[in-house]
């Protein structure tokens, strides 16, 4: 067997055991949607070398339509994730067309003031529950079939898409679409010179990747039972940027990585310093771009083609 | 009374007014950024924290040191600028010639760090700050009331911003800049010291962040989080005015306070998206932005 298999069945295990050897499930299943949520991103910037600085809005929005819908308007879960995916598909198809007009910084820009269009509307829209967010989410079952009241079947649950969409990815990536988008981000002239329509390979990336980030987000909604500001906020923008860098953008296992080492700092890290963890963040960003643009699973990898 | 489109002529000056010191604001910060991206070409993320900076170094001049309103609106500044070269020195400087999107992304995560500081070390209910002696009352101009305070805010963000664009477009200082932005190597060949320049452009846009923060003391409440909604706006406006010019930046933010100001009056929900709407319409008729180039 290669290594890599063998590594991959390591986690997977490890991963299958986690709610026999006792880490408390809830926040295994917060880290594994926002390990979903950094995957999505990478999906535009590593992968096709996009900047989105508006992420959460597609998080956020899609956690808020799942969240009402199982709240205000008794929709099963299933049938209401597949709406709160829609509704960032849809809000990723507008964001995209725009900002797609623009490169680079300004790209990062636009996407940022239009995700801080959407954070308003969240906060002043009758439905979102303003301040206080959506409280109560049912987690309901899963098709009538499997109850997701208990932390350990929910957990298997999210378990299983966080494989799904992590094969996803690899395969969208590995497909023809994928290298198109791989080129792009090398030289985008050129990929125009092949004949590419690159405008469209933009948008359909950017449009993939909101919509995976809105099921993240939708997913989220259920795991914890509500939703609030925070997950549509700037600093949610930020965050899902820090944990792809940090653990190497451009790398399938990196984002995943980097969400679990953000998500841990934040739980363990708020009971020790409190307000600080801010500060701390701040300065993983700052080091992360100067020391180790790679990130820590690029760094390996260079590590390993060195030898 | 008197109407305008249908509204009470005073309410409608009112807002407008108010909008324009609120563009006073936007146009200082846009112009710092615009000085910053032309010879550096980072997007400065950190923008709205040096303004925060700015009004917590007036507070605490005032409060803890006895410096008054007038000294503090030039001493922030330049401690603040100062602030900003070291962090050019330590850290930007280490990005120069790498993708601009770095120099984004690390100015973001020094806003975090900046702005986390602030709240741990002034907490976060926020802070208000007296309105100077010589500024306080209104003037009376028959068909509104026009408060001295933000009279002062227009006027010196006008002369302050006209003083900028004279520097940048009319003196030897300027034109050096300007050479420095179209070919740096070029310009060092003729002996000009660019790293100095740099880090003095940089200390330079981020002090005038500063001097905004100190004038809008008096008007908003300081808080860490004063400039972290705020650059936002402003990113929303250097793209409808585009990046590269710096009369652009100015005349932008002041009209988009404007129609901020007007929006608020016509209707209230939407104040706070319009200058996002304005962008999005923009990027669809003019994608570089009412005065860029490409």
């Not at chain 1, 948008?203 to 509500?226: D, E």
């Not at chain 1, 801010?278 to 643009?293: D, E, K, P, Q, S």
């Not at chain 2, 330590?90 to 010639?97: F, S, T, V």
């Not at chain 2, 740099?198 to 860490?224: C, E, K, N, Q, R």
């Amino acid at each position: 067997m290669r290594p890599a298999t063998i590594g991959y069945g390591l986690a997977l295990a490890a991963a299958l055991a986690v709610p026999a050897v006792g880490v408390y499930p809830v926040f295994m299943m917060k880290l594994l949607c926002f390990a979903m949520f950094a995957c999505a991103f990478n999906l535009l910037l590593g992968f096709t070398g996009m900047l989105s600085f508006g992420h959460a809005a597609f998080f956020g929005a899609a956690a808020y339509a799942t969240g009402w819908l199982a709240t205000a308007r008794g929709w099963g879960t299933l049938p209401a994730l597949g709406a709160g995916v829609v509704v960032a598909a849809t809000l990723g198809t507008a964001v995209g067309a725009l900002a797609i007009r623009r490169r680079g910084i300004y790209f990062a820009m636009i996407t940022m003031a239009l995700a801080q269009l959407v954070y308003f509307v969240c906060l002043e829209a009758p439905f979102t529950g303003g301040e206080n967010g959506l409280q109560g989410v049912p987690r309901g079952s899963l098709a009538g079939l499997v109850p997701l009241r208990s932390d350990v079947a929910m957990y298997y649950v999210v378990l299983g898409a966080f494989v799904g969409m992590y094969l996803l990815i690899r395969r969208i990536v590995h497909s023809p679409f994928g290298q198109v988008l791989k080129a792009i981000r090398e030289n985008e002239a050129r990929a125009v010179s092949l004949g590419y329509e690159i405008d469209r390979y933009k948008l359909l990336a950017f449009v993939l990747s909101a919509t995976l980030s809105g099921f993240a987000g939708a997913l989220k909604a259920v795991v914890l039972g509500f939703v609030t500001l925070s997950d549509v906020l700037q600093a949610n923008s930020g965050e899902v940027i820090l944990m792809t860098l940090l653990g190497g953008t451009g790398t399938f296992l990196g984002p995943a990585v980097g969400a679990g080492l953000v998500v841990t700092l934040q739980e363990y890290l708020s009971d020790l310093v409190g307000g600080w963890v801010t500060v701390i963040i701040g300065a993983v960003f700052v080091a992360c771009v100067l020391l180790f643009r790679r990130g820590i699973v690029g760094e390996l990898l260079a590590l390993r083609a060195r030898r | 009374m008197t109407t305008i489109f249908g509204y009470p002529l005073v309410v409608v000056l009112g807002q407008l007014v108010l909008g324009l010191v609120n563009g006073s604001f936007y146009a200082l910060l846009s112009l710092g950024l615009a000085v910053i991206f032309g010879l550096m070409r980072v997007v400065n993320f950190a923008h709205g924290a040096f303004y925060a900076l700015g009004a917590y170094a007036a507070l605490v001049g005032l409060n803890v040191l006895g410096v008054g309103y007038w000294p503090a609106l030039l001493l922030a500044p330049l401690v603040v600028g100062a602030l900003g070269v070291v962090a050019e020195r330590l850290l930007l400087r280490r990005l120069h010639g790498l993708d601009p999107l770095y120099g984004l992304l690390l100015t973001f995560g020094l806003a975090l760090a900046i702005e986390g500081t602030l709240h741990q070390v002034f907490g976060s209910s926020g802070e208000s700050y007296p309105v100077p002696e010589a500024l306080r009352g209104v003037f009376n101009l028959g068909f509104m009331i026009l408060p001295r305070y933000r009279a002062w805010v227009i006027v010196v963000s006008l002369v302050v911003c006209f003083g900028t664009w004279f520097v940048i477009e009319r003196t030897r200082l300027g034109a050096t800049l300007r050479a420095a932005t179209e070919n740096a190597p070029l310009l060092q060949a003729f002996g000009v010291n660019v790293p100095v320049l740099v880090a003095a452009t940089y200390g330079g846009g981020v002090a005038l962040a500063a001097f905004a923060g100190v004038l809008s003391a008096p008007v908003i409440l300081v808080s860490s989080q004063m400039g972290s909604a705020l650059v936002i706006v402003v990113f929303a406006v250097v793209v409808i005015g585009g990046m590269g010019s710096i009369l652009g930046a100015v005349v932008s933010g002041l009209l988009l306070g404007l129609v901020e100001g007007f929006t608020k009056v016509i209707y209230p929900e939407a104040s706070n998206i319009v200058v996002f709407v304005i962008m999005a319409l923009v990027l669809i008729v003019r994608p570089h932005g009412l005065f860029g180039r490409e």
